[in-house]
């Protein structure tokens, strides 16, 4: 789970203006520092099948805000896929 201070600090690096925390490129971000840590804890605990669940949600999240960012902002989002590490 993330703290406050993770979630502050992804907010920071990624916000388009100063009092952003809801656009798609910091929520995209959250959720991937999410799914790193959730599937770091599923390596752990192979049988949780609860939060494997909530992982492939949030994974389906994810694809649908790229999806959306490549079709609206395609330099963003080729911008945040470099930045974060995913593939395009």
Same mark, same amino acid.
């Given at each position: 789970? &993330? +703290?406050?201070?993770? @979630? ?7 916000? *388009?203006?100063?009092v952003?925390?809801?656009s #798609? ?6 959720l991937t520092?999410q799914?790193?840590? &959730? +599937?770091?804890?599923? @390596?752990?605990?192979r049988?949780?099948?609860?939060? *494997? ?6 994974? #389906? ?8 960012l ?8 080729k ?10």
């Open positions: 789970m &993330l +703290t406050t201070r993770k @979630k502050t600090s992804i907010i920071k690096e990624f916000k *388009r203006h100063n952003d925390t809801g #798609s490129e910091v929520q995209v971000a959250i520092k799914i790193l840590e &959730l +599937t770091d804890h599923l @390596k752990k605990h049988k949780d099948n609860h939060s *494997r669940r909530g992982l492939l949600k949030m994974v #389906s999240k994810r694809k649908k805000l790229l999806s959306f490549a079709e609206d902002k395609p330099k963003k989002y911008a945040l896929i470099k930045k974060l590490g995913l593939k395009g």
